[in-house]
Structures are given as C-alpha cells and as structure tokens.
C-alpha cells in the first residue's frame, strides 16, 4: 500500500514549526529510512502517518484514500507502528500483549481463532520470542520488549509498518535479526517507514532515503545518493568520511572526531 505525505506542516501548541511542508512517497514494498538531526521531525512525521497526530497543513493518503477519512481501527487493521520507549503499565504475559495485535481485527473482547492463534505463533517466531511467552513484560530487558513489540505489530498483519529507532536497544545479533525480518516484511509487499539514527545501518538495509532537517526534507534518493558529505555536513554540522564496503558494495559512514580531518 502506497503512502502519500503530500505537504504536511505541524507544530506544537502553535510553537515553532516542527515539520513545514514535508512531501514524499512509499511504494508498496518499499523499505524508506528518515535520517536526520535530534529534532529533525523523524517521530513527529511518523506519529502523523500514523494517525496519532493531526498535522496543522497537508494530508496523508494510504493507498488512495486520506487517513482522516478512515476510523482508528481501520487504520490499525492496515498500519502498525513499533515506536522507540514504549511501556506497559500491567503485569500482561509477553504472549497477552503480542495477542493484542489481533484487536483490530477481532475486538477486544473476541475469542482467538484458529487464524489468529497462527498470526500470534508465527509473530513470535520471526521476532524470535517464543521462549519469553509466559514471562511478564515487566520483567523482560529493553532490547527483548523491543522484539515483544515487534512481533505485535507483525500479529497485526499490517499493509504499513511504521518504525521509530527500532534497534536502539537491541543487540548487534538482533539488530541484524531485526532488519532481516523487516526486509523480508518489504519483500512480500509490506510498506516499511521507519526513522534510523544509524547511517550505516540505513544504507544496508533500506532500498531509499529522506533526510531531514530543521522540519524539511533536504534530499531524497538512493542510500549513496543521499549519503554524501556534502548532505550529511549541511544536515548535521559534522565532518565524516563516506565510502562503499568492498563485500556488501553497500555504502558506510564513519563521523569524523573533532581535531581529526582527511
């Protein structure tokens, strides 16, 4: 399912503006990274995608249609969204809160069908879960919440996954899990949207990116299109050094200390 961000401005509390006048595309089965500065307006944006919040100018259209124009669980039965802190203030089994990705589907109060008791087991498989079932979500580290989430939102059996800083507190092992599940996501026609603080990892695993600034996207492009130094100094105030890896033919960033120059 295609997103459309067709000129959307926010702002808080009629502050400074946040996002102004933001525009871009996702194709379906498409992997899209935002890059960009500590409050560029990477969580803002997705926060709008997702109907959470309501942007001051512009619309958002999933497929065709405007996300203004659908219910909250309408847009749940065809958008997830994994966010970067998410807590839990009940003492819910790691399975209960992965089961609650099939609310949209079935209300809150439904038995489990035979469908969704497939969705939920094949949810915890990918995020590699299922020894954590039983044990409380309370009682779990950040990085194995992180895939709890994960696999609820999978169990939604999305048409968009929406994704804010995913791996921040996952290991390197998981990390790499992490994007493999999410590629494999955009390979069978989910759209994937998420906001990435690791350029390498953005230019790994994601077919484009859009770089954000001060609430405007500076460029959008290829990884090696967008990940230059000229971009990358413009948008951070930071010397790095960009080159392509010889056996992933990928391209890598590596920031420069201060003091240090080529």
Do not use: C, W
């Given at each position: 399912?295609?997103?459309?961000?067709?000129?959307?401005?926010?702002?808080?509390?009629?502050?400074?503006?946040?996002?102004?006048?933001?525009?871009?595309?996702?194709?379906?089965?498409?992997?899209?990274?935002?890059?960009?500065?500590?409050?560029?307006?990477?969580?803002?944006?997705?926060?709008?995608?997702?109907?959470?919040?309501?942007?001051?100018?512009?619309?958002?259209?999933?497929?065709?249609?405007?996300?203004?124009?659908?219910?909250?669980?309408?847009?749940?039965?065809?958008?997830?969204?994994?966010?970067?802190?998410r807590s839990m203030?009940?003492?819910?089994?790691?399975?209960?809160?992965?089961?609650?990705?099939?609310?949209?589907?079935?209300?809150?109060?439904?038995?489990?069908?035979?469908?969704?008791?497939?969705?939920?087991?094949?949810?915890?498989?990918?995020?590699?879960?299922?020894?954590?079932?039983?044990?409380?979500?309370?009682?779990?580290?950040?990085?194995?919440?992180?895939?709890?989430?994960?696999?609820?939102?999978?169990?939604?059996?999305?048409?968009?996954?929406?994704?804010?800083?995913?791996?921040?507190?996952?290991?390197?092992r998981h990390q790499?899990?992490?994007?493999?599940?999410?590629?494999?996501?955009?390979?069978?026609?989910?759209?994937?949207?998420?906001?990435?603080?690791?350029?390498?990892?953005?230019?790994?695993?994601?077919?484009?990116?859009?770089?954000?600034?001060?609430?405007?996207?500076?460029?959008?492009?290829?990884?090696?299109?967008?990940?230059?130094?000229?971009?990358?100094?413009?948008?951070?105030?930071?010397?790095?050094?960009?080159?392509?890896?010889?056996?992933?033919?990928?391209?890598?960033?590596?920031?420069?200390?201060?003091?240090?120059?080529?």
């Amino acid at each position: 399912m295609r997103i459309t961000i067709d000129r959307i401005s926010f702002s808080y509390n009629g502050a400074v503006p946040v996002l102004r006048e933001v525009s871009l595309a996702v194709d379906s089965g498409e992997l899209f990274a935002l890059i960009g500065p500590n409050g560029s307006g990477k969580s803002t944006l997705l926060r709008i995608v997702s109907g959470v919040l309501r942007p001051g100018a512009g619309e958002i259209r999933l497929g065709e249609v405007p996300i203004a124009a659908l219910s909250t669980r309408r847009i749940a039965q065809r958008l997830a969204m994994v966010e970067q802190d998410r807590s839990m203030g009940f003492d819910f089994s790691v399975r209960e809160v992965v089961a609650m990705g099939r609310i949209p589907h079935t209300g809150r109060f439904a038995r489990e069908s035979e469908r969704d008791r497939r969705a939920i087991e094949r949810a915890m498989k990918l995020a590699d879960i299922h020894g954590l079932a039983s044990r409380s979500i309370l009682a779990i580290s950040g990085g194995e919440r992180q895939r709890v989430f994960l696999a609820m939102a999978l169990a939604q059996e999305p048409e968009t996954l929406l994704l804010d800083e995913p791996t921040t507190h996952l290991d390197l092992r998981h990390q790499v899990q992490f994007m493999s599940i999410v590629r494999e996501q955009a390979k069978e026609g989910t759209t994937v949207l998420l906001a990435v603080h690791d350029l390498t990892l953005a230019a790994q695993a994601t077919d484009r990116i859009g770089l954000l600034n001060e609430g405007r996207i500076l460029v959008t492009g290829r990884p090696a299109e967008v990940l230059t130094r000229p971009h990358l100094r413009r948008a951070f105030d930071v010397e790095v050094v960009v080159g392509e890896d010889a056996e992933t033919r990928t391209t890598y960033v590596v920031p420069l200390l201060l003091g240090h120059s080529q």
